[in-house]
């Protein structure tokens, strides 16, 4: 970021008082701010606060006659390398995906030809309303990035989605716009999380999977300047910045939705999928007598072994197939014969008994035809960044 100029629309409500930490990383980092402040912003920080820890001067009229006199708000709204609007209210969402130009924020926006990235944070009613959904859909698809607001208890005291993301979240977003985008162009598909396989209406088959090595992956693919299509199995996680997410249940759900968004230039299977499913009842299950009842097993596609061999899509093959090998004992041995049999370039294996399902580290070994690498102990973030960067190597 350093060097970069940040043009900060401060919006008004309670979570206001985060851009001030915010405005003070960024300037850490090296960034230029140029502080935006709403007329209802102002009534939760001070202009004076903003421009201090900017040192900066702080707009806040579309009719300033200095500045307006040169058109200040066509200049400004082009002046900067990023827009960040945080926090990004739900009435700054709605005029911005309306167009409307009625204050000098709005104007900004409906202006400008630079990215935006909104960091909503607003009441968990207001962020489920439909009307919120549908101006945050409208945003999406006009190229505005707009971050998953974070989930917990409100300043209203009510608890959900629609708090501020914390600002090393923010800083990570926005040093992921500024970051070498060493793998625009190309398409990568992303499995994670289980899946769940039904036994009755009540009950399902599963596993222990979080889903979060394969949604640190996504965030970095798209990071890197990927277009990224997460195939998400069951798993209460926010959806990665610039990502495109597609939300499955069942093995047979995952497959369909990877050859749905067959070709891509990469392909990462991340996701615990089941070996099995069950025939299942339409009825829930009763006990009945002593005995348990009999589950009939039917297998269920293999999703890796469908990509890494072009099976489905007019057999398109990615240019890279990675998978990931869950193990409890032979690690080495089972990922190498799981390379050979799936058909993949690469597997990533990990040993499951070390307490890696839920958690934020991994322990990996990147598994290839000719070469095993110990890649450590790491965060599961470094992990997948240092993946990515040996994808972009590859490519």
């Known amino acids: 970021m350093h060097g970069k100029t940040i043009l900060l629309i401060v919006g008004g409500g309670i979570a206001a008082f985060k851009s001030l930490e915010l405005v003070r990383e960024l300037r850490r980092a090296g960034a230029h701010v140029t502080p935006v402040l709403t007329e209802n ?121 629609g708090r501020l993301p914390a600002v090393p979240a923010i800083m990570a977003a926005i040093g992921s716009h500024f970051a070498p985008k060493l793998l625009a162009g190309r398409h990568a598909i992303v499995t994670a999380g289980p899946t769940h396989e039904a036994i009755d209406p009540v009950r399902f088959l599963g596993n222990r999977s979080s889903g979060k090595q394969g949604f640190a992956i996504a965030a970095a693919l798209a990071e890197a300047g990927a277009q990224v299509t997460l195939v998400a199995g069951p798993v209460a996680l926010a959806t990665p910045a610039g990502v495109r997410r597609v939300d499955v249940v069942s093995a047979c759900d995952m497959a369909a939705a990877v050859d749905a968004a067959l070709p891509a230039d990469i392909a990462v299977m991340v996701a615990a999928v089941a070996d099995w499913r069950v025939v299942a009842s339409d009825r829930k299950l009763k006990k009945s007598g002593d005995a348990p009842p009999a589950l009939a097993l039917v297998e269920n596609p293999d999703i890796l072994a469908a990509v890494g061999h072009g099976v489905g899509h007019g057999a398109s093959r990615p240019r890279l197939v990675i998978g990931f090998a869950a193990e409890t004992g032979d690690l080495l041995a089972n990922a190498g014969a799981k390379l050979a049999r799936k058909g993949a370039d690469w597997i990533i294996a990990n040993d499951v008994t070390t307490g890696v399902f839920g958690a934020e580290t991994n322990h990996v070994h990147l598994v290839t035809k000719g070469a095993t690498e110990d890649w450590g102990p790491a965060s599961k973030a470094d992990m997948a960044k240092r993946l990515v960067a040996r994808i972009a190597e590859a490519l």
């Open 41 to 161: 912003g102002g009534r939760f920080v001070t202009a004076l606060s903003l421009g201090a820890l900017a040192e900066s001067p702080v707009r806040t009229s579309l009719w300033d006659l200095d500045d307006e006199a040169r058109m200040g708000h066509i200049a400004l709204s082009r002046s900067a390398d990023l827009i960040v609007v945080c926090p990004a209210t739900a009435d700054l969402m709605a005029r911005a995906a309306a167009g409307r130009a009625d204050d000098l924020a709005a104007t900004l926006l409906l202006a400008t030809d630079t990215p935006v990235l909104m960091v909503p944070a607003m009441n968990v009613r207001m962020w489920l309303h439909p009307a919120t959904q549908r101006n945050l859909r409208v945003l999406r698809s006009d190229g505005v990035t707009v971050l998953d607001p974070d989930e917990g208890e409100m300043a209203c005291g009510e608890f959900g989605p």
